[in-house]
T-cell receptor
Framework: KAGVTQTPRYLIKTRGQQVTLSCSPISGHRSVSWYQQTPGQGLQFLFEYFSETQRNKGNFPGRFSGRQFSNSRSEMNVSTLELGDSALYLC????????????FGPGTRLLVL | AQSVTQPDIHITVSEGASLELRCNYSYGATPYLFWYVQSPGQGLQLLLKYFSGDTLVQGIKGFEAEFKRSQSSFNLRKPSVHWSDAAEYFCAVGAPPSGTYKYIFGTGTRLKVLA
């Protein structure tokens, strides 16, 4: 089975722009979670989607949003980029039941200049 | 609130030596516990997980972890470290069924292996 894929792998943007990141989960997985990883804050949970519905949300401003499509693929969007949004954004998928393990993609590294 | 503490930011061991990475958690009930490894520029790979049952859990790459409820710990061990084990290791807590599906991660322990 193919793993979690994320596109693009690298992005460079400037302050004020917006960006959309994509995540394709493992086939059959219905839950997709997003995390932000930075050297200062570590790994922080952004949000989780299951069957096209946001099921849980972390403590991030409204500039961070996401959605999930009927094929379970997910996108996250960051509007009005700030320098502090530079990070590795990781997507994880699972079957969706509470006991299921999350499997992570390679991440998208975003640099905001 | 849930929290995870990895007290060691950096650990250096010699190749062939044993390894123990510490993880302490705070949670009101028995959480789901995970160890992940991250190589530079890569995503996270699951090493092992504990949900219930036997408190000694075997994982991939020769790693094991032991859940100790009395100490709120889930330490990762390996009897003999290989140079390829150099990476960053993350302990994570997942909440049992309560409507939440997010993981809380520790700050990570960066492992350096000396030849």
């Amino acid at each position: 089975k193919a793993g979690v894929t994320q596109t693009p792998r690298y992005l460079i943007k400037t302050r004020g722009q917006q960006v959309t990141l994509s995540c394709s989960p493992i086939s059959g997985h219905r839950s997709v979670s997003w995390y932000q990883q930075t050297p200062g804050q570590g790994l922080q949970f952004l949000f989780e989607y299951f069957s096209e519905t946001q099921r849980n949300k972390g403590n991030f401003p409204g500039r961070f949003s996401g959605r999930q499509f009927s094929n379970s693929r997910s996108e996250m969007n960051v509007s009005t980029l700030e320098l502090g949004d530079s990070a590795l954004y990781l997507c994880a998928s699972s079957l969706g039941r509470s006991t299921e393990t999350q499997y992570f993609g390679p991440g998208t590294r975003l640099l905001v200049l | 609130a849930q929290s995870v503490t990895q007290p060691d930011i950096h650990i250096t061991v010699s190749e062939g030596a044993s390894l123990e990475l510490r993880c302490n958690y705070s949670y009101g009930a028995t959480p789901y516990l995970f160890w992940y490894v991250q190589s530079p520029g890569q995503g996270l790979q699951l090493l092992l997980k504990y949900f219930s049952g036997d408190t000694l859990v075997q994982g991939i790459k020769g790693f094991e972890a032991e859940f100790k409820r009395s100490q709120s710990s889930f330490n990762l061990r390996k009897p003999s470290v290989h140079w390829s084990d150099a990476a960053e290791y993350f302990c994570a807590v997942g909440a049992p069924p309560s409507g939440t599906y997010k993981y809380i991660f520790g700050t990570g322990t960066r492992l350096k292996v000396l030849a």
